[in-house]
């Protein structure tokens, strides 16, 4: 999955590095660096705060090579933004060392870039809320008192007299990082909103597809911008794109992708989604149909992800699925290569299937469309390239058909299904083989789990050492016997 700078939220929207060009300089050509983001008279404060010698810490020093481009608000914002967390982050650090000559040269530079921030982006924005201006005057008065407090530490001899001073700074730049954090967070806000409103606006059909580019950017710098978008109905206003036809594939695939990054399980926030029930139906509705027309993998990917947490936000959304017969349209994608020939994908639709599972009425869904075939195969699910992602992804597809199976199996109907295509075989192999499962803990514990289900059912199925080792014992003992297993055992 964070939240926006601020006391224990200091490093929390980072920036993507191929939207920063780092450089290791020295003090001259930092100030001369700097003189691109700063005024006149705040570069010659910084000229006289930085040492001339080069100390081992300071020649890690990072650094824009260039400032925000012009007109960018939002852009200027989270560049900013980043320089100003990194700083105060490091201030932190240097802090404490005790390193008051670069805790105090470092907080003049952040007096300089947090005083830049607010010039530059009143500039851009022409208007300011009563509240920003509140804020903005705290953060300039936190950086002001930072500054003078850390001078004059650098006069005091007396460790005592330190230690408390110490103490103080902490204090004022734990403030400044709220103060920093709240104009940020209200600024983004400000600005999401006027994409939101864009879209909302427009009629131009290239105006919306580049803006929801906009959108999707901005999730991609981490859970505040979610949090932002979500708060602001940003969701809302991609329905009416999801359902429009009249818009290209890849922009609806796009709001899919927002959609996607919005409402993930895994962000700490769920209260600014409320509205979100009220557009659900015709959201659910739009992305099946997205992923029973898509024309690539991609396309389904973005979609089927989109599904599959919104599975986790609501229940509702998996009678939706029923209704709509989601189960067809996902397992009939499944013998598609075009659509799903991924692990990354597989992961998507056994997500919800697994979801879906804790609904009585959807075993029979998945007898009718030989569902039990498929959660079979995806147990058998192996890496192409052996990369980590890929390879985590796999565990995550054999993990979740195990939970999928061992909840359809409530149904006779299909544990004896399950046992007919030999799944208990299957099961106990990938119990027994700690490579079959890339020694995935988390996998053991599923298809531990499931074989116990389809043994409740047909016992019959199984030997004697199987029942022994992997059913009778508690789960804990089945669970450390089979984690400790050589590969020669079996």
Not at 12 to 34: F, Y
Not at 90 to 106: C, E, F, N, P, T
Request: contains cysteine; glycine residues 4%.
């Amino acid at each position: 999955m964070m939240a926006l700078p601020g006391g224990r939220h200091l490093d929390s929207i980072p920036l993507p590095g191929q939207r920063l060009h780092l450089m290791q300089a020295d003090s001259v050509q930092r100030w001369m660096e700097d003189l691109k983001l700063m005024t006149e008279c705040e570069c010659m404060c910084v000229l006289q705060a930085k040492p001339i010698s080069l100390e081992e810490d300071a020649q890690s020093d990072l650094i824009l090579a260039g400032g925000p481009g012009p007109g960018d608000p939002l852009q200027l914002l989270l560049k900013r933004g980043w320089v100003i967390s990194t700083e105060l982050r490091r201030i932190g650090q240097k802090l404490a060392q005790d390193r008051w000559a670069r805790v105090h040269s470092m907080s003049v530079r952040l007096a300089c870039h947090a005083r830049s921030m607010v010039s530059e982006y009143s500039t851009l924005s022409r208007s300011s809320s009563q509240e920003m201006g509140q804020i903005e005057k705290l953060l300039m008065e936190k950086c002001s008192e930072l500054s003078a407090i850390t001078e004059r530490c650098l006069q005091v001899e007396n460790e005592h007299v330190l230690k408390s001073m110490k103490a103080c700074v902490s204090e004022t730049l734990s403030t400044l990082g709220q103060h920093f954090g709240q104009l940020l967070e209200l600024a983004l806000t400000r600005e999401v909103q006027a994409l939101v409103r864009k879209i909302n606006a427009s009629d131009n059909i290239y105006t919306t597809e580049s803006t929801t580019g906009n959108l999707f950017s901005l999730t991609q710098e981490g859970a505040p911008l979610c949090r932002i978008i979500a708060k602001v109905d940003g969701v809302l206003c991609l329905a009416d794109i999801l359902t429009d036809d009249s818009h290209s594939e890849a922009t609806r695939a796009e709001a899919a992708a927002v959609v996607a990054q919005v409402t993930s399980p895994h962000l700490p926030f769920t209260q600014h989604l409320s509205s979100f029930l009220e557009s659900m139906e015709e959201i659910v509705t739009a992305l099946v149909k997205l992923c029973q027309e898509a024309s690539s993998g991609e396309v389904f990917l973005l979609a089927s992800a989109a599904l599959a947490n919104i599975t986790f936000f609501d229940t509702m959304a998996c009678e939706m699925l029923l209704q709509l017969n989601a189960i067809r349209v996902l397992l009939e994608a499944c013998s598609d290569k075009q659509r799903v020939d991924t692990p990354y994908t597989r992961d998507q639709i056994v997500t919800i299937l697994a979801n879906m599972s804790v609904l009585e009425q959807c075993a029979s869904d998945i007898i009718q469309e030989n569902g039990v075939q498929l959660i079979m195969g995806m147990l058998s699910e192996k890496p192409r390239s052996g990369t980590p992602a890929e390879v985590a992804a796999c565990e995550r597809v054999q993990q979740k058909a195990a939970v999928t199976l061992a909840r359809l199996s409530r149904d006779p109907e299909v544990a004896r299904e399950a046992v007919r295509l030999s799944c208990m075989s299957r099961l106990i192999e990938l119990c027994r083989s700690p490579s079959e499962r890339n020694s995935s803990d988390a996998v053991l514990v599923a298809c531990l789990a499931a074989l116990r289900r389809l043994a409740g059912v047909c016992p019959e199925g199984l030997q004697d050492s199987d029942f022994q080792q992997l059913v009778q014992p508690r789960l804990v003992d089945s669970f450390l016997l089979c984690s400790n297993m050589e590969e020669s055992f079996v």
